[in-house]
């Protein structure tokens, strides 16, 4: 009898949303028929005490600057010059490292040392020719290295290890 009692308190928890979205719009339609009540009070509104005065233009400097849509000199194109002669490539000192040292997941080529952007990933054990060394002060030592497709770039000198005799 139980299971019987618990199972009618259940068809009639769910029924209770179903009814009211069926009855609602009824009750709703009953409710704005009534009339509202009718009163003889009328509410006076005050006249206020003070107005504001109107905004007068002070001789002070503007807040904001005119709109002016005349393009600023700086971005202009600048103007033809002639061109010099390229600038020539760093030449490799004719040293080798090998990239190492990166438990396998090879090193990022950085336009910059420290904090120059990705240029590219060099990946394990491969050969690249240096082109200059240097000690960036709380940094150590940052090789720039040339790929041998051309991409130049700095790797950290951790990672740069000297190229056995065989690869030279």
Do not use: C
Not at 9 to 29: C, K, S, T, Y
Not at 63 to 92: E, I, K, M, N, Q
Not at 122 to 132: C, G, P, S, T, Y
């Amino acid at each position: 009898m139980s299971s019987l009692g618990r199972s009618l308190l259940v068809v009639a928890l769910l029924g209770l949303p179903l009814l009211i979205v069926i009855e609602l719009p009824r009750f709703l339609d009953l409710a704005g028929s009534v009339p509202p009540p009718q009163s003889d009070v009328t509410f006076v509104t005050p006249e206020p005490s003070f107005r504001l005065l109107d905004v007068t233009p002070t001789p002070a400097k503007s807040r904001y600057a005119p709109l002016d849509d005349a393009v600023p000199p700086t971005l202009s194109p600048p103007a033809a010059t002639a061109t010099g002669a390229p600038t020539p490539r760093p030449t490799a000192t004719g040293e080798r490292v090998i990239i190492g040292n990166t438990g396998g997941l090879g090193a990022v080529l950085r336009s910059d040392p420290v904090t120059g952007s990705a240029v590219a990933a060099l990946r394990d054990e491969q050969v690249v020719d240096v082109l200059e060394r240097r000690n960036v002060p709380g940094s150590g030592d940052w090789v720039h290295v040339r790929t041998s497709d051309g991409k130049e770039g700095w790797v950290t000198g951790i990672v740069a290890q000297p190229a056995p005799a065989a690869s030279r």
